[in-house]
C-alpha cells in the first residue's frame, strides 16, 4: 500500500493558490482513478482505491501547510508503512510555473510542509513530486506570492503540471520511479558560450 499525500491548506479561500497545488494534484487522481477522497481521518480527508493494482491511500492533511506531518505521520503509524511508501506531492517557488521534478528524498528545498514531514517522521527518505509554482517576485512577500492565484498566462502550464504530477506519481506506484524521473526531471539547457 501507497499513501499518496498532497500538501495545501483547507478552506474555499485557499483552493485555487499556488500553495495548493498539492491538494490539486490529488483530486486529479481521485478523478482518474475514481477514489472519493472524503473521509476525515488521521487530522486530514482521505480515500482508499487502487493504482495499477496497488492500493493506495489519497490524504490531504487538514493541519495547515506548516503542520502537514501531523496527518501524514498519523497515517504512516496506522498503517505500519515504511518510508519508501510515501509520496509527497507538493507546489516548489524554485522551479518554473508547471514543471515537474521528482526527487527520492533530501532536504525540504524551503517547502514547510515537507519541513514538517521530514521532523514528524525524522527521516527524509520518502518521494516526493514538486510541481513548479513560479518564483517570488523581488517585490513579493513569500507568504503572499504562495497564497496567491495563478495569472490568466499561467493556466495552461500548471494544469499540465498537475496532470503530469499526477502522472509522475501513478509511474512511482507502479515501481515506474526511475522511468518518471527520466521523464519529469528535465534540466535547463545551458548555452554553449556559458
Same mark, same amino acid.
Given at each position: 500500500?501507497?499513501?499518496?499525500?498532497?500538501?495545501?491548506?483547507?478552506?474555499?479561500? &485557499?483552493? &485555487?493558490?499556488?500553495?495548493?497545488?498539492?491538494? #490539486? =494534484?490529488?483530486?486529479?487522481?481521485?478523478? +482518474?482513478?475514481?477514489?472519493?477522497?472524503?473521509?476525515?481521518?488521521?487530522?486530514?480527508? !482521505?480515500?482508499?482505491?487502487?493504482?495499477?493494482? #496497488?492500493?493506495?491511500?489519497?490524504?490531504?492533511?487538514?493541519? &495547515?501547510?506548516?503542520?502537514?506531518?501531523?496527518?501524514?505521520?498519523?497515517?504512516?503509524?496506522?498503517?505500519?508503512?515504511?518510508? +519508501?511508501?510515501?509520496?509527497? !506531492?507538493? @507546489?516548489?517557488?524554485?522551479?518554473?510555473?508547471?514543471?515537474?521534478?521528482?526527487?527520492?528524498?533530501?532536504? +525540504?528545498?524551503?517547502?514547510?510542509?515537507?519541513?514538517?514531514?521530514? #521532523?514528524?517522521?525524522?527521516? @527524509?527518505?520518502? !518521494?516526493?513530486?514538486?510541481?513548479?509554482?513560479?518564483?517570488?517576485?523581488?517585490?513579493? @512577500?513569500?507568504?503572499?506570492?504562495?497564497?496567491?492565484?495563478?495569472?490568466?498566462? $499561467? %493556466?495552461? +502550464?500548471? =494544469?499540465?503540471?498537475?496532470?503530469?504530477?499526477?502522472?509522475?506519481?501513478?509511474?512511482?506506484? *507502479?515501481?515506474?520511479?526511475?522511468?518518471?524521473? !527520466?521523464?519529469?526531471? %528535465? %534540466?535547463?539547457?545551458? *548555452? $554553449? @558560450?556559458?
Amino acid at each position: 500500500m501507497y499513501i499518496i499525500a498532497g500538501l495545501g491548506n483547507p478552506g474555499r479561500e &485557499y483552493k &485555487y493558490t499556488r500553495h495548493n497545488t498539492g491538494f #490539486e =494534484v490529488i483530486d486529479k487522481l481521485a478523478y +482518474d482513478y475514481n477514489i472519493n477522497v472524503n473521509k476525515s481521518k488521521f487530522n486530514a480527508m !482521505c480515500g482508499e482505491g487502487f493504482i495499477g493494482g #496497488e492500493k493506495v491511500l489519497l490524504l490531504k492533511p487538514l493541519t &495547515y501547510m506548516n503542520l502537514s506531518g501531523t496527518a501524514v505521520a498519523a497515517a504512516m503509524n496506522f498503517y505500519k508503512l515504511e518510508l +519508501d511508501k510515501l509520496i509527497v !506531492c507538493c @507546489d516548489d517557488i524554485n522551479l518554473p510555473v508547471g514543471s515537474v521534478r521528482i526527487r527520492r528524498q533530501g532536504s +525540504d528545498g524551503g517547502q514547510k510542509g515537507l519541513r514538517n514531514i521530514i #521532523e514528524a517522521l525524522g527521516d @527524509d527518505r520518502f !518521494c516526493r513530486v514538486r510541481v513548479g509554482v513560479g518564483e517570488k517576485p523581488a517585490a513579493m @512577500d513569500l507568504k503572499n506570492w504562495v497564497l496567491s492565484g495563478f495569472m490568466l498566462e $499561467e %493556466k495552461d +502550464d500548471i =494544469v499540465k503540471g498537475m496532470t503530469d504530477g499526477a502522472e509522475a506519481a501513478c509511474m512511482i506506484v *507502479k515501481g515506474e520511479i526511475n522511468q518518471a524521473m !527520466c521523464k519529469f526531471n %528535465k %534540466k535547463k539547457k545551458v *548555452k $554553449e @558560450d556559458e
